[in-house]
C-alpha cells in the first residue's frame, strides 16, 4: 500500500487488495481497512511520516468486505519532502497467530493440569494423615459409643474422599 501522511490510501497492488479482502482501496484511509492497535491507526501513520516510528511492525486485522485476516503490516518512509508518503509491506500471518493461540492454549491446560495434580498431591497427603490418625483413635474406642460412631464416620468419609480421587494421585484406600 502507498499511504499518505494523512492516512489515505493512495495505491494499492492486486495482492493488498485480495489480501485484505477488498475490492478497491479508491478513496480509503487506512483506519478503514486496518484496526487492531489499541489506539487511533492515524497516529501511527502519523509518526511513521515524522520518522519517529521506526520500521516497527504491527499485527493488525485486516477487515475485508467477506473475512479478517491477521496482517502483519511494516511501514517504511518513502518520497520526498515535497512528497512524503509510505509504503506498507502486509504479510499474512493468520496461521501464525492461530498456531500461536493453540500453543497458548495448551500452556494454560498444562499449567492448569499442574496445578491440579499439586492439589490432588496435597489433598492426598492430608487424606494419609487423617485416615492414619482416624485408625489409631478407632483403637482407643473399640467399644461402640459416641466416639466410636464418631471416629467410624471420619474413616467413611475419609474414604469415600480418597476413592474419589484419580488413581494416579490417590491409590483406592482400604
Given amino acids: 500500500l502507498k499511504i499518505d501522511s494523512n492516512g489515505s490510501v493512495l495505491a494499492s497492488n492486486r495482492e493488498a487488495r485480495s489480501l485484505l479482502a477488498i475490492s478497491s482501496t479508491q478513496g480509503k484511509r487506512v483506519g478503514d481497512i486496518l484496526d487492531g492497535l489499541g489506539r487511533p491507526i492515524s497516529d501511527w501513520v502519523r509518526e511513521a511520516i515524522e520518522g519517529r516510528g521506526g520500521y516497527v511492525s504491527q499485527f493488525l486485522r485486516g477487515r475485508g468486505d467477506s473475512h479478517e485476516t491477521l496482517i502483519q503490516v511494516t511501514l517504511n518512509a518513502a518520497g520526498g519532502q515535497d512528497d512524503p508518503h509510505l509504503i506498507a509491506v502486509l504479510n499474512d500471518v493468520t496461521e501464525l497467530k492461530t498456531l500461536e493461540a493453540q500453543f ?58 480418597a476413592n474419589n480421587m484419580p488413581r494416579s494421585t490417590f491409590g483406592e484406600y482400604k
Wanted: aromatic fraction near 4%; avoid cysteine.
Fill in 104 to 161: 497458548v492454549q495448551s500452556q494454560k491446560m498444562q499449567a492448569i493440569g499442574q496445578l491440579a495434580g499439586g492439589v490432588a498431591h496435597d489433598f492426598n497427603n492430608l487424606l494419609t494423615a487423617i485416615l492414619g490418625h482416624a485408625e489409631q483413635l478407632l483403637e482407643r474406642f473399640p467399644d461402640p459409643g459416641a466416639e466410636h460412631d464418631a471416629v467410624v464416620e471420619i474413616l467413611h468419609n475419609g474414604k469415600r474422599g
